[in-house]
């Protein structure tokens, strides 16, 4: 039979002190805020994705204000838009250039995807042909710039629309 005047020790009877749970709970919130530092933007994707969006919503100002198709589309690696003067879809070597974007000092890569077409184009009213998305991707991450038909541009997190 077990003895029945068994008496605890200070040690049996401890818990856990205010100390050490504070350090408990600081190390578990520097290991959150990593976690959560990892999901921010850094200034040169927030850099690039501006740049791209200036590139996108310029191209449907121009194609209003000119009257006239404007193109947008990935040339090797740049981003560019143009006026589109055959109404073609894309830039050809005689159409001018109206801005462009190198992701490289970035080191980012783009991806445009369109409906049908090679590249997004823009007509006299600020519509485009099809809906689009262009995908910055630096490093692991990867931030879409949604286009409507309307011509306007929103921004996810993530690769889809």
């Not at 077990?2 to 919130?29: S, V």
């Not at 193109?71 to 250039?97: F, K, M, R, Y």
């Not at 630096?138 to 879409?144: A, K, L, N, V, Y």
Request: include cysteine; aromatic fraction near 4%; proline fraction near 4%.
């Amino acid at each position: 039979m077990r003895n029945a005047n068994l008496k605890l020790t200070p040690m049996d009877q401890r818990g856990l002190t205010l100390l050490e749970f504070l350090i408990t709970l600081g190390l578990l919130a520097l290991l959150l805020l990593l976690a959560y530092r990892e999901t921010l933007p850094t200034r040169q994707e927030e850099a690039l994705v501006a740049e791209i969006r200036s590139l996108l919503q310029r191209a449907r100002t121009e194609a209003i204000r000119r009257g006239n198709w404007v193109a947008v589309q990935v040339q090797g690696e740049e981003l560019i838009s143009c006026l589109d003067a055959q109404g073609n879809g894309h830039c050809d070597a005689h159409d001018p250039i109206l801005q462009q974007v190198q992701p490289r000092p970035y080191g980012a890569q783009l991806r445009l995807f369109s409906g049908t077409q090679p590249g997004l184009r823009y007509n006299a009213l600020g519509q485009l042909n099809t809906g689009g998305r262009v995908e910055v991707r630096i490093g692991q991450r990867t931030r879409t710039l949604c286009l409507s038909l309307a011509g306007r541009v929103r921004e996810t997190m993530g690769a889809g629309c």
